[in-house]
Each structure stands twice: as structure tokens, then as C-alpha cells.
């Protein structure tokens, strides 16, 4: 493995290990802590990468090992308050419909928060890191159905707490 | 041809079925107004999830990678270029074997205790879920074992095979989350061959 072969992934991946911490850890600084300390990490184990995993599938791995391990070690004193996050607004919207997305979004991230680790662990990686249920499995370690079942599960959570707030309705199909 | 479960409509959606499974489901579609309305309903929360978690990502603010990256701590690590490194070459397979030639021989002394040796363990499996407390190294081999014997399990209770192969999909779906790809399919031959028979 050389060298500049890293760096390069290290440069490709960052952001998404970060948003991944972010995610997880629901703290800035803890992850940009936590992103800096993965890449630590990537870099003194450099000699343990075994060339048949996929090198970014061991980075995925080594990255949800170190944000496990943190937020055991560190229970977030001061946990982003999601409701006062930016609140990314579309300008030629209505009130109404800026409203309403307000609404979607903070419950969204309240339902992410209650769907079990494991649920949560691969919601987080389809949607917030673009991932394929199959390269989910081999991150994960785990069967490609048990993947699917745990999506499954966390998409049927989501829509029953989206059903119960009523707030499919009003969004039409396209 | 029966009603399309939850499931197999969220894998339609995001294109995780085979051609040939995709063809029926999309008749029965055609022909099913239950699972019309069912279909769009699954669409509409994939395009709300979507749009929701992009404005998430547009409101997080990224660090800059030079933060990231020059950190005291990290910095000698990029710079740490040993020269010995064909040293480490040759010494790091003679060491791995003298190891496993020590393990192996422990192996034989300690074979009455059965003792599970751990090698390699890089991913942490907690065994509270719902805690994040004990969190303990596994690898394949335990992982393997692991649903080998739940799968064991399954198939020596008479009842829960039972429930399994006769009773309703969403009950396996509990189950699934246990099961390898080669087991699901297993229990997915079992149950077509008992409802054809
Ligand atoms: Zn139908």
C-alpha cells in the first residue's frame, strides 16, 4: 500500500466520515475530533490492511469501530441541538412550505434517533453516505438480507411516524 | 398471484429485485389497486427521506481538509517514511508463523476447554444494543458460528420452524435478520414448495 495511494483516499473520503461522525456523535467537535482520530488511526494501521477487503470498506469499518469506541468513552455533554441547526431554505418558497419542510426535517431526525443502532447504523450509511446494500454488507459483515431487513425495518418506522404526524399526505407523488 | 409485501415493494423502489421477479411485480401492480396506492405511498417516503436528509447534508457545515489532516498528531504519521520497511517485509510473515505455530500448539494442550482464539478482529459487535456499553472484538468465524447456531436452534424448535414455514411473512421477518442469504433462500424454497404442494 503506498503511501500516496492513502493520502488520496484519505482526501476522497473525509467528508463523508465526517458527516458520518456527525450523524453518530450529534456534535461538531466531537466529530471533527473523532474524523481526525479515524485517519490516525487509518494511518497506523496501514500494515494490518488485508488486501481482500476493499480498502474503503476497511475504512468504513475502522471509522465506525473509532465513533463506537467515542461515544462510549464520551457521553456528549453538549449534543447538537437539531431544532437550532441552519436550517437550509429554499428561497422561492413559500412560508407555508418552508414551514412544513421545517417540520418534515426536525421530525425526520427525531425518528432517526429512536430507530435501534443497528437500524440507525445503516439508514445513516444508504442515505447519508450514498452506499449500496451490498457494499453496506460487507462494512457491516453481514449477510445482505440482514442489511435489507434492518433498511426494511427503519423505512417502515419512518413512514408509520410520518403517517401518525400526518405529514405524507400533503406532499403529492410524482 | 398474492399481494406484494412492504418488503419486496421497497426493493422494487430501489431496484434491488431481478429482472424476472420485477416483471411479475410490476403486473400484478398494473392489475392491483391496493398495491397502486401502496407503491406510491412507499414512493412518497423514499422522495421525502431523500429530499430531507440532502437539505441535512446542505446545512452541515464541512471542516476544511487542511483541519483535518495537519494536525500535530497526525503530521508524523504522513511524514514517517522508515527505511527498513523491507525489514518489516521479511520479519512480519516469520513472526505471524512463529505465532500460529504457538497458538496451534496451545490449541492441542488446551483442546479439552474448547477455548474460541480471536484472530484478526476488527469490527466491534455490541451485545447491548441499545446501550452501546459492552462492546466486545468478533470476527467472521464467530459471526458464522454464530448464526449456524441460531439457525440450529430454529430448525430444533418444532413450533418456531413451524411458524416459520406455515405462518404469515411478516413473522419471518423477525427471524431474517438472523439468517444468512443461503438460509433466507433455504426457508424461501421450503415455503414455495409447501404452498405448491
Ligand atoms: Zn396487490
Known amino acids: ?174 | 398471484m398474492k399481494c406484494i409485501t412492504d418488503k419486496k415493494l421497497l426493493d422494487y423502489l430501489n431496484g434491488e429485485v431481478k429482472s424476472k421477479q420485477k416483471g411479475k411485480i410490476a403486473r400484478h401492480i398494473n392489475k392491483c389497486e391496493t398495491c397502486q396506492r401502496r407503491l406510491n405511498e412507499w414512493k412518497n417516503v423514499l422522495n421525502i427521506t431523500e429530499d430531507l436528509v440532502q437539505t441535512d447534508k446542505d446545512s452541515i457545515k464541512f471542516p476544511q481538509f487542511d483541519t483535518i489532516i495537519n494536525k500535530p498528531q497526525i503530521e508524523p504519521f504522513i511524514s514517517e517514511e522508515s527505511s527498513f520497511s523491507w525489514l518489516k517485509y521479511w520479519l512480519k510473515p516469520a513472526i505471524a508463523t512463529a505465532a500460529v505455530a504457538v497458538l496451534v500448539l496451545f490449541a492441542i494442550i488446551f483442546v479439552p476447554l474448547k477455548e474460541k482464539v480471536s484472530v484478526n478482529p476488527d469490527y466491534v459487535v455490541f451485545e447491548n444494543e441499545y446501550k452501546y456499553t459492552e462492546a466486545h472484538l468478533i470476527d467472521d468465524e464467530y459471526i458464522i458460528a454464530f448464526e449456524q447456531s441460531m439457525l440450529k436452534e430454529i430448525y430444533q424448535d418444532e413450533e418456531l420452524r413451524n411458524k416459520i414455514l406455515y405462518g404469515t411473512w411478516e413473522y419471518l421477518y423477525d427471524i431474517i435478520d438472523l439468517l444468512s442469504d443461503e438460509d433466507i433462500k433455504f426457508f424461501e424454497n421450503e415455503i414455495n414448495k409447501t404452498k405448491t404442494t
Open chain 1, 1 to 174: 500500500m503506498e503511501r500516496s495511494e492513502l493520502n488520496l483516499l484519505i482526501q476522497k473520503n473525509y467528508k463523508k466520515i465526517f458527516l458520518l461522525s456527525v450523524k453518530m456523535l450529534k456534535n461538531y467537535e466531537d466529530a471533527e475530533d473523532a474524523t481526525q482520530e479515524i485517519f490516525m488511526k487509518v494511518y497506523q494501521n496501514i500494515d494490518k490492511f488485508k488486501q481482500e477487503s476493499k480498502l474503503f470498506t476497511w475504512l468504513y469499518r475502522i471509522a465506525l469501530n473509532h465513533i463506537y469506541n467515542f461515544s462510549n468513552k464520551k457521553r456528549n455533554v453538549k449534543n447538537l441541538n437539531e431544532k437550532n441547526q441552519n436550517f437550509y431554505i429554499r428561497t422561492n418558497e413559500t412560508p407555508e412550505k418552508v414551514l412544513y419542510e421545517k417540520e418534515l426535517y426536525n421530525k425526520l431526525n427525531e425518528i432517526i434517533e429512536e430507530l435501534s443502532p443497528k437500524q440507525k447504523e445503516v439508514f445513516l450509511l444508504r442515505y447519508y453516505n450514498g452506499l449500496k446494500f451490498d457494499e453496506i454488507a460487507k462494512i457491516l459483515k453481514k449477510s445482505l438480507g440482514t442489511i435489507k431487513s434492518n433498511y426494511f425495518f427503519a423505512m417502515q418506522k419512518i413512514k408509520k411516524e410520518l403517517e401518525k404526524e400526518q405529514l405524507l399526505e400533503t406532499k403529492e407523488v410524482s
